[in-house]
């Protein structure tokens, strides 16, 4: 596995900048993980808190030890931990900033919208913070936290995440990741009561490179 950077670090909690395609937890075929990975390092066991769909990238926080992850247990049932996410996406949304509110069902590992409210409620906020000749470029705010929401939900308004061709994007990605990056996670410190934030830079290439203008404005 290539190397994955630790971008933030206590007795009780690391951050990860996770790159598409490694997985957050394993799966039945035995790949990999995160929990693997760095297993083989520290010699202990992890506990993934806020996990990605395998193409994504970007931060993932992990618990130390069952004490830590437990006293986690409200802030991520009640999605009390903040996450911004940037998402370069095929269209420009209809409106510049808006929230997409509805309900999310999963058949065969895809998240579909309701219209008869069926499955779970699902809220996500976005604002168009940046364009290159090709892409635009979108803060999303998700305030719960479903099966493919943020994939699923710009599908629905018509702005596919670029590679996502699940969800109707024109073409994969070379390496078959999506442009969807977590870049920040917000949360309060259950042992120290601090608030923390952890940043995690989106990957060095030419798209990201061209409109890091607009979203290292979003980190300062």
Known sequence: ??????????????????????????????????????????????????????????CVLLARTPKSAGSMTSQVAGHKIEKDYLALVEQTPENPVGTIENYLWKRKNKAYISESKKGDPAITHYSLIGKSDRYFLLLLKPETGRFHQLRAHLAHIGCPIKGDV??????????????????????????????????SMPKNDAIWNALEPFWKLKLE
Not at 173 to 199: G, M, W
């Open 1 to 58: 596995m290539i190397e994955i950077p630790i971008i933030y670090q206590d007795d009780y909690f690391i951050a990860v900048n996770k790159p598409a395609g490694v997985l957050s937890q394993s799966d039945l075929d035995g790949n990999e993980s995160l929990i693997e990975y760095f297993f083989s390092i520290f010699k202990q066991k992890f506990h993934v808190l806020t996990r990605l769909d395998r193409p994504v990238s970007g």
């Open 166 to 199: 699940k969800y109707g994007a024109r073409r994969s990605n070379k390496d078959r990741s999506i442009d969807l990056h977590a870049y920040r996670l917000t949360f309060n410190h259950p042992f120290t009561q601090e608030r923390v934030e952890i940043i």
